[in-house]
């Protein structure tokens, strides 16, 4: 096989991944959400969080920021470093947080095992993520990405949930740079460098390709060795980004 049909084949391969996406995209897009909590369900729900001082009526943000700990502590054997890049550093949100709470919303940040902690002196911010509810978390977390103003999270396991109950979503230090599914959301990338110059996201929305050698999109690249191998490198979000 000659280069010019090696970078067809490559092209080839590319576009069908590309279509798959699409389609896959639309028919999210397309189709109605079909995922409840039942009634007595969530009446039972909003009793348990009435101890937080939390009702249905209150002005409700839900906020997740990955981290790796999760990983290092529930799969201790394993090395999940190469995910590392997702992370984001939870003091840079400290600013958005106490804003919101100004302007009368309550945030509540959830998750599972961390080791990053919010000092926000406020009765209107939970941290269920470093101090979980000691029945039923999962449930309640689930309970307040259903019934949210908004979530804000990153690109990690709690969007999808948000994503099944069309909750509106702001998703910031979001990495790897891909097309977003979710019906009602906006996202902030991460921002991107290759040897140490900025990529402009709009050259990767049109379909910029790792390097002349490797024709595969940077906007399909979700493994974080075929970015550092590429010499390219993400960068998180400033606290005025978010």
Not at 53 to 59: A, I, Q, V
Not at 83 to 104: C, E, F, N, P
Request: one cysteine or more; hydrophobic letters at 35%; aromatic letters at 10%.
């Amino acid at each position: 096989m000659n280069i010019f049909e090696n970078y067809l084949t490559q092209i080839n391969k590319i576009i069908l991944v590309i279509k798959r996406n699409i389609v896959l995209i639309n028919i999210y897009n397309k189709s109605s959400s079909i995922v409840e909590i039942p009634p007595d369900d969530i009446t039972a729900g909003w009793e348990m969080l009435a101890k937080y001082d939390l009702t249905p009526e209150d002005k409700i943000v839900c906020l997740h920021v990955r981290d790796s700990y999760y990983l290092q502590k529930n799969m201790p054997g394993q090395n999940y470093s190469h995910h590392d890049y997702r992370d984001a550093d939870i003091k840079t949100y400290k600013k958005s947080v106490q804003t919101l709470i100004d302007k009368g919303y309550k945030v509540i940040r959830i998750g599972c095992d961390t080791n990053q902690v919010l000092d926000i002196g406020s009765q209107n911010y939970h941290d269920f993520c470093a101090s979980p509810p000691k029945e039923n978390a999962d449930f309640l977390e689930v309970l307040l990405m259903s019934a949210c103003q908004f979530f804000i999270g990153t690109t990690s396991g709690p969007l999808g949930t948000a994503a099944i109950f069309d909750t509106p979503t702001l998703v910031v230090n979001a990495a790897p740079i891909e097309q977003p599914y979710l019906r009602h959301s906006r996202f902030i990338p991460k921002r991107l460098f290759h040897e140490g110059s900025e990529v402009n996201l709009m050259d990767v929305c049109r379909g910029k390709s790792l390097s002349n050698d490797n024709l595969k999109p940077i906007l399909l690249s979700i493994f974080h060795a075929e970015i550092t191998g590429n010499n390219y490198k993400y960068q998180d979000n400033s606290e005025d980004d978010i």
